[in-house]
């Protein structure tokens, strides 16, 4: 990752233009960092080490600009044959698939990357120091920071999506991905990244007509099926179809077109990472079951039932997700809990009520403990400053994006609160996405 502090400007690039780059490092966001004349060019389908040719695709700011390589002329030994035909190189930038950033990198090398970029964001944003660079190798030290899903490795990190979207052109009704950083269809022959299920389904030699979007979804313990979006609707198809999702041997109702982690591993992998982060803080006498304990952005209450799985079944525990229909499912899934509770609310919202709570709802809510799975935004600064307020004994704090973890650690650490855990997954390969885990505990 590169400061735009540190860029000068020179004379404007154009796009189109082909340049020659020494690719120096990976950045946020799935491209890596290079330099043409002084100017920070931030360029896709490269690897940190190589030289590539790569044609300038955006070029509007004077500090940087953005290109895609044409042509490696000296490959990273980490580099493989795209895992994904329609989004190799060997395709001109604007054919490329997009969703698969990173399909052209050995798997070991992705999660390295990521680790690069989960310790640059902790330390540029968080003020948190995961690896020194003195003494040893940054890519030594940070080896075993991101964690492969189960079998990924078998499999090269394919096969594992259970819920795709397609996209539809509306002119032509060709349904396939959108072109890399792009609004426009790609037809494609395959998904790699997709589950056997999604694969028999899929219509991508189809043309679908007064369709916007084709959901393709394949339910651990229920059919694959196909949700047709149309033009305009407002309301997500499959938002009232439940299906049934396991995790381990337990189950979970989710509407289809609900959110659901898109690895089939990946709820197993986050269940037994905050169970097992709860557990830690019940070892340490520091977790009371009979506390105002919190599930924040709850989904279907997948991690308050892992909470629930340390603590046990009398746990006191609130799940608070302003989707209804996933509130609704949350209630089913939690039910054989006596404490637990399904809340529709927005999170804000509900933390505000909690701020105007009399004294002893406020005493239960510091002696609680707090998870919460934000969007990509993180939980910010409004949410974050309320639990500050709030002050609940332990945080745990599952986030889909490093930088934004990375901001609300800094806010969180500023406030007292020390992180005493941290650890990430790999549950997107050939993407730059990974999910974090990590643990505050109040002073």
């Known amino acids: ?206 043309s679908i007509i007064d369709v916007a979007t084709v959901d393709l979804i394949d339910p651990a313990a229920d059919d694959p099926r196909m949700l047709l979006g149309l033009p305009g609707e407002k309301k997500r198809a499959g938002a009232d179809d439940v299906v049934r999702e396991l995790v381990e041997d337990r189950g979970f109702l989710v509407r289809a077109g609900g959110f659901w982690q898109v690895h089939r591993e990946a709820p197993t992998v986050l269940f037994t990472a905050v169970r097992d982060a709860v557990q830690d803080l019940i070892d340490a006498e520091r977790f009371d079951a009979t506390a105002s304990n919190l599930d924040l952005y709850g989904g279907v209450g997948l991690l308050a039932a892992a909470m629930a799985e340390a603590a046990g079944p009398t746990i006191r525990v609130t799940t608070v997700e302003s989707d209804a229909g996933a509130t609704d499912d949350a209630a089913e899934n939690l039910a054989e809990l006596v404490g637990a509770l399904a809340v529709t609310a927005r999170v804000d919202r509900h933390l505000a009520d909690l701020l105007k709570a009399t004294a002893p709802v406020r005493d239960r809510m510091r002696r609680g403990t707090v998870v919460l799975d934000p969007p990509r935004s993180g939980a910010g600064g409004d949410v974050t400053a309320q639990l500050i307020e709030l002050s609940p004994a332990n945080i745990v704090y599952v986030a889909c994006d490093p930088v934004a973890l990375a901001r609300d650690t800094r806010t969180l650490r500023d406030a007292g609160y020390e992180l005493t855990g941290l650890r990430a997954f790999d549950i997107f390969p050939h993407t730059h996405h990974f999910e974090t885990v990590a643990v505050f505990e109040r002073g």
Not at 26 to 44: E, L, N, P, W
Not at 52 to 70: D, G, I, M, Q, W
Not at 126 to 151: K, R, T, W
Not at 193 to 198: D, F, M, N, R
């Open 1 to 206: 990752m590169v400061s735009m502090s540190e860029t000068r400007t020179t004379a404007p690039l154009t796009i189109g233009d082909e340049i020659e780059l020494e690719v120096t490092g990976i950045a946020h966001g799935g491209v890596c960092v290079a330099r043409h004349d002084g100017r920070v060019v931030f360029v896709a389908d490269a690897i940190p080490g190589e030289r590539v040719l790569a044609r300038v695709t955006e070029a509007r700011k004077k500090s940087f600009a953005r290109a895609a390589v044409v042509e490696v002329l000296d490959a990273s030994p980490d580099r493989r044959p795209h895992v994904w035909t329609e989004a190799a190189v060997e395709r001109t930038p604007e054919e490329r698939a997009g969703g698969a950033e990173f399909g052209h990198i050995a798997l070991e090398r992705q999660r390295s990357l990521k680790a690069e970029v989960l310790a640059e964001a902790m330390k540029r944003f968080g003020g948190v120091e995961l690896a020194s660079e003195e003494g040893e190798d940054l890519a030594d030290a940070l080896a075993d920071l991101v964690e492969p899903a189960p079998g990924d490795d078998e499999t090269n990190g394919l096969g594992y999506r259970t819920r795709v979207r397609l996209h539809v052109d509306a002119e032509t009704g060709a349904v396939g991905p959108y072109a890399a950083r792009s609004r426009r269809v790609v037809p494609v022959a395959s998904l790699p990244l997709a589950s056997e299920g999604i694969n028999q389904i899929a219509p991508l030699t189809d």
